[in-house]
């Protein structure tokens, strides 16, 4: 997250309704670092577009990321192919 635009003024055209749920809520984050954007799980998962932008679930993200590309680079270097077919019904 590095700043692309540097604006030198900012014009709001129209108003949006608040989140469904919060991304981040540095208040609770103080008290207790583990419920950083905790939300009901209805309105998480039909904005699930929104939950997947809360740090822990970008973490979680990352490591499986990590986690799945050391097993696909260890089996590459063993001769092993990722084959990927089409489900035959």
């Known amino acids: 997250g590095e ?3 540097l604006a030198s003024r900012v014009d709001i ?3 949006t309704r608040p989140l469904p ?3 981040i809520d ?3 984050a103080a008290k ?3 419920t950083v954007g905790q939300a009901d ?3 998480r998962l039909r904005h699930r577009f929104l939950d997947l932008r809360r740090p822990p ?3 979680n993200m990352v490591a499986r990321h990590r986690a799945a590309l050391r097993v696909r680079n260890y089996l590459d ?3 092993f192919l990722e084959i990927e077919t089409p489900m035959l019904t």
Request: glycine share 4%; no cysteine; net charge negative.
């Open 3 to 5: 700043v692309e635009v």
């Open 13 to 15: 055209l129209s108003k």
């Open 21 to 23: 749920f919060p991304i």
């Open 26 to 28: 540095p208040p609770a």
């Open 32 to 34: 207790n670092p583990e």
């Open 41 to 43: 799980d209805n309105p």
């Open 57 to 59: 679930l970008q973490a």
């Open 77 to 79: 270097e063993r001769g």
